[in-house]
């Protein structure tokens, strides 16, 4: 029988790993254009989104094969990171709030898969939808995980702060998404927005690092048991 830990611990890791290979070689493939100038050449970091490497164009076929798989990936892993996160925890009123933060975090990686397969230069309403959702339910799963982690004697709780601050970062972006003055409007607009999305990006690749040292406590606690 596989261990726990390789789903909580090793998983979430790997799949850092794979989408930060996989994004860095779409960057590379990247055509170019941005919201504001289709014309530019290349990638840039300050003004071109993450999704715009999923853009659907004949010269962007392998930047958005390798975005789509990027997203694809983060997905799968967490979503089998949450499941087996929830195995970790009994039907307690504590296991209830953690499997409830990890159902939502199941919801928000199978968002992550939606947004690699809707390229937003042909599917913006869907594409939208899902990146507004990965957000939404992201945020919620922190919060109760939060809640989870402070209460979990077999935690210290810094673990818990780690997901309290990745759900503030999260609700700071959400404001962002609704009410930033929107990219088109300005150079200035769309490098706040570009930017924005790269420190939620980082913090949200982080703080899956971070609490991956906590889940391995986890994962040899219940292992002892």
Not at 7 to 29: C, D, E, H, K, N
Not at 125 to 137: E, G, K, L
Not at 148 to 163: C, E, I, Q, T, W
Not at 176 to 184: G, T
């Amino acid at each position: 029988m596989i261990s726990n830990r390789v789903f909580i611990v090793q998983m979430p890791r790997l799949g850092v790993i794979l989408y930060l290979i996989f994004t860095a070689i779409s960057i590379i493939f990247y055509a170019g254009g941005t919201v504001r100038d289709p014309d530019t050449l290349g990638y840039s970091f300050t003004q071109n989104f993450f999704s715009d490497l999923g853009k659907l164009s004949t010269d962007n076929f392998l930047a958005m094969i390798f975005f789509s798989g990027s997203l694809f990936v983060v997905g799968i892993t967490f979503s089998i990171y949450f499941y087996y996160l929830m195995k970790s925890y009994n039907n307690d009123s504590l296991g209830v709030i953690a499997k409830i933060g990890s159902g939502l975090g199941i919801i928000g990686a199978i968002c992550f898969i939606g947004v690699g397969f809707t390229p937003h230069n042909v599917l913006f309403t869907p594409h939208i939808f899902f990146v507004n959702w990965a957000f939404r339910s992201f945020l919620l799963s922190s919060l109760l995980l939060s809640i989870a982690l402070f209460k979990d004697v077999r935690l210290p709780s810094r673990y818990g702060v780690g997901y309290l601050f990745f759900a503030i970062s999260i609700f700071f972006y959400i404001l962002v998404l609704e009410f930033a003055p929107k990219p088109e409007l300005s150079e200035i607009s769309l490098i706040f927005n570009v930017l924005a999305q790269k420190a939620i990006v980082l913090i949200f690749l982080l703080s899956v690092l971070y609490q991956s040292f906590g889940n391995s406590k986890l994962a040899a606690n219940n292992s002892s048991k």
